[in-house]
């Protein structure tokens, strides 16, 4: 079978969240494999600077992709990853040429209709230019939401035997437009609809490929279960019922090459489960690197995107407790601007107690898990979440909410050893 993944990020990359790590370990799975697998992305600045560190060159094609009655060129690029999966990048400066993929701390960047609808459109004109021959196009969230639809629809004599996949790795972020950006999509106003695009007088690429992808899946067992209540649907829960029998839950995992504390580059001493001591190590040199005491202190860790969908609310109103019992905290995100300044508040605050770094630094986040005792997941809602695998895998005990992917892991954990 030939599979082509469709995401808007990947490792090693280009990564914002769990996506990347998901879309990355599966395609150097597939490579390992044997099977005959890409992924294709979109050729974000960040990627284009660190074309040379991945090897990654012009294919030699160029691709032309309406976009609302305009033509828009795209250039394709061709890289590989370290375990030799085959990765393919469209170009266009426009679009892509920006420092952040989806937005700013501010907001979405209000042409994200535009720059997906381009990405969705660009994956079916790069298939064909370059000439490969596809039998199934995994999809993932809303930012590909558009590619079932178009092979279903202005595209399906193109792509008459080419399957579907929409994996919904967060409910709460569908690619949500106004009507108005209906025509950038070049679909017609009959698929403003309620079987169709339609979103209570909105556009939805979500909702686009779940109603027309070949099937649906999410990224857990309990979250399937949760994303049919009203509770956690997010108004898609009568959308994802009508396709029950195509929606199927299939747990997330790690690449565990790349979380391996006994082969870890980027921590300073390794350890295994064996040999404990390089843990002790690397906690001290953690709370060196943070700024803390370096003190015989529970230290919690946590590497998350800052929004309120992570219950960071909770954390900022627990932190005055937690202190109070005299634990430490370090906290490595990105997201919301609201959040940025009750965490640096909180720093200035609680000096000497807690680190804040806002941004993503993967040489950190490897030394959060390697160095924490704890590590805290207290999602409201979580889809699946790696980051409490990761942290069984380096020793921290996660302390997560019962959602989600955190409860289906913790039930699996269980069963195994029972």
Request: charged content about 20%.
């Amino acid at each position: 079978m030939k599979i082509l993944i469709a995401s808007s990020e990947a490792l090693p990359f280009i990564k914002t969240g769990g996506l990347a790590d998901v879309a990355g370990a599966l395609l150097n799975e597939y490579a390992r494999l044997g099977e005959d697998a890409a992924v294709i992305l979109p050729l974000y600045r960040k990627i284009k600077r660190n074309a040379g560190k991945f090897s990654i060159k012009p294919a030699g094609r160029e691709i032309t992709v309406p976009v609302g009655g305009n033509i828009e060129k795209g250039i394709l690029w061709k890289g590989t990853t370290t375990e030799g999966g085959r990765a393919y990048f469209i170009e266009n400066d426009k679009f892509y040429g920006r420092e952040d993929l989806y937005g700013t701390p501010e907001g979405d960047f209000p042409d994200n209709a535009g720059r997906f609808t381009f990405y969705c459109r660009g994956v079916l004109e790069a298939v064909k230019a370059l000439g490969l021959n596809i039998n199934v196009i995994h999809c993932n969230d809303w930012q590909t939401g558009l590619i079932p639809v178009y092979i279903k629809t202005i595209c399906k004599n193109e792509f008459p035997k080419t399957a579907t996949l929409m994996t919904i790795h967060n409910l709460g972020y569908q690619g949500l437009f106004s009507s108005k950006d209906l025509p950038l999509t070049d679909l017609g106003w009959e698929m403003f609809n309620m079987e169709a695009l339609e979103f209570y007088g909105k556009i939805n690429f979500l909702k686009g490929g779940i109603v027309f992808a070949d099937a649906v899946s999410t990224v857990s067992g309990n979250y399937t279960r949760e994303i049919l209540t009203i509770e956690y649907g997010f108004g898609l829960e009568g959308v994802l019922a009508k396709r029950s029998k195509d929606l199927c839950g299939i747990i997330n995992g790690i690449d565990y090459n790349e979380w391996d504390p006994e082969n870890d580059s980027l921590i300073p001493v390794n350890y295994s489960r064996g040999k404990l001591s390089g843990k002790a190590a690397c906690k001290k040199s953690l709370q060196k690197t943070c700024g803390l005491p370096q003190k015989e202190v529970p230290l919690i860790g946590m590497v998350t995107r800052l929004s309120a969908q992570k219950g960071l609310d909770l954390v900022a109103d627990a932190m005055e407790g937690i202190t109070g019992l005299g634990a430490q905290v370090i906290i490595l995100g990105k997201g919301d601007e609201s959040f940025h300044k009750i965490f640096l508040d909180l720093r200035k605050k609680y000096q000497g107690k807690i680190s804040v770094t806002i941004g993503f630094d993967d040489r950190l986040a490897h030394n959060i898990y390697a160095g924490s005792d704890f590590f805290l997941m207290p999602s409201k809602y979580e889809p699946c979440g790696l980051g409490q695998l990761i942290a069984q895998r380096y020793g921290a005990i996660p302390i997560g909410r019962a959602t989600g992917g955190i409860a289906g892991h913790s039930q699996d954990c269980m069963q195994s050893v029972q």
